[in-house]
C-alpha cells in the first residue's frame, strides 16, 4: 500500500482548499448592513448631526467591540468600513494616537479638517468628492462634515488590526464623552 496522492487527488484537495480560502475572504455586500447605533452615543450626546453609521466589512475599526458580528472578516493588518453620513452630518475631532486613517470618498462632498495638535482652534479644511482620498497621520486631530445634499458614503481604513479607541480633544464637541 502506499502514501502518495496521485496528481488528480493533490490537485482536487488544494482546489477545495482554495475553495474554502477564497469563500472566507468575501464580504458580499448583500450581507452588510448599516450599524447605525455604534457611534449612537455621539448622537445622544450633541444631536443628530452626529448620526453615523458604520459598514463593517474588515475588523471593527475603532467603534468598539464587534468581534461578535460574524458577517466581518477578520481583521490582520489593518479594519476597512463604510460609513455614511447623512447631509450635514459630521464626524466630531477626534485623535487616534495609535494608527494613520484614510477617508476614500464613494458618494457626495465631505469637508475633512485636520487640527493643530497644540491649538486645536487651528485647522486646515479641504473638500473632498468622488474618488478623493485622504490620509491622516497618528496622533494628528481630524473631523469631517458632509457639507453637500444627499448622502455622503466612504470608505475607512485604520492601519492596524485592533485601534485604540480615539479621544476627543478639549476643542472637540465631545470631549469628555465616553462610551
Known amino acids: 500500500m502506499t502514501t502518495e496522492k496521485t496528481t488528480e ?6 482546489g477545495s482548499d482554495l475553495e474554502s480560502l477564497i469563500d472566507s475572504c468575501i464580504a458580499s455586500a448583500d450581507s452588510r ?23 463593517r466589512y474588515i475588523g471593527s475599526g475603532a467603534t468598539g467591540d464587534h468581534s461578535a458580528d460574524s458577517r466581518t472578516l477578520p481583521a490582520e493588518h489593518f479594519t476597512f468600513s463604510n460609513m455614511r453620513l447623512p447631509a450635514g452630518a459630521v464626524g466630531p475631532e477626534h485623535t487616534h494616537h495609535d494608527v494613520e486613517e484614510v477617508f476614500y470618498v464613494l458618494e457626495g462632498t465631505l469637508e ?20 478623493d482620498l ?20 466612504m ?10 479607541l480615539p479621544t476627543y480633544p478639549p476643542t472637540s464637541e465631545m470631549y469628555g464623552v465616553t462610551r
Open 9 to 14: 487527488q493533490t490537485t482536487t484537495a488544494q
Open 112 to 131: 475633512v479638517s485636520v487640527h493643530d495638535v497644540e491649538d486645536g482652534t487651528k485647522k486646515a479644511t479641504r473638500r473632498l468628492g468622488y474618488r
Open 33 to 55: 448592513y448599516e450599524d447605525w447605533d455604534t457611534l449612537g452615543f455621539q448622537a445622544e450626546k450633541g444631536g443628530d448631526r452626529f448620526k453615523r453609521a458604520q459598514i
Open 155 to 164: 470608505c475607512v481604513i485604520i492601519g492596524t488590526q485592533k485601534p485604540q
Open 134 to 153: 485622504i490620509r491622516v497621520p497618528a496622533g494628528v486631530p481630524r473631523s469631517l462634515e458632509n457639507v453637500g445634499d444627499t448622502d455622503a458614503l
